[in-house]
């Protein structure tokens, strides 16, 4: 089991940058396919990005591309997701998950991972 606790949230104006990251603890991190989702009021949890285990292998959703960057520190235990350039409806809250099993990948579907951490609020005004 892994637990999983995001931090780097916040209110940013338009144009502006965070830096997401999600600590692990528990089983090894680098056992687990890693991903970024998001979620407004109302609206269903959508895939924003996800890293393989060693981190070689990576995907950002289109609507970030090229402003978002996953990356992930074995060694410590933790991924980042560099937001730049961020427009307001980058406002969301912003979840980590983790997915373990045999297969290392990039993974896109909420169903496929197993553990969440509890999220942390990205606010971008105009």
């Known amino acids: 089991q892994v637990q999983l606790v995001e931090s780097g949230g916040g209110l940013v104006q338009a144009g502006g940058s965070l830096r997401l990251s999600c600590a692990a603890s528990?089983?090894?991190?680098?056992?687990?396919?890693m991903g970024w989702f998001r979620q407004t009021p109302g609206k269903e949890r959508e895939f924003v990005a996800a890293i393989s285990r060693r981190g070689g292998s990576t995907y950002v959703v289109d609507s970030v591309k090229g402003r978002f960057t996953i990356s992930r520190d074995n060694a410590k235990n933790t991924m980042s997701l560099q937001m730049n350039v961020l427009k307001p409806e980058d406002t969301a809250v912003y979840y980590c998950?983790?997915?373990?099993?045999?297969?290392?990948?990039?993974?896109?579907?909420?169903?496929?991972?197993?553990?969440w951490g509890q999220g942390t609020q990205v606010t971008v005004s105009s």
């Open positions: 998950a983790a997915k373990g099993g045999p297969y290392s990948g990039t993974y896109f579907r909420e169903y496929e991972y197993d553990y």
């Open positions: 528990g089983r090894t991190f680098s056992s687990y396919s």
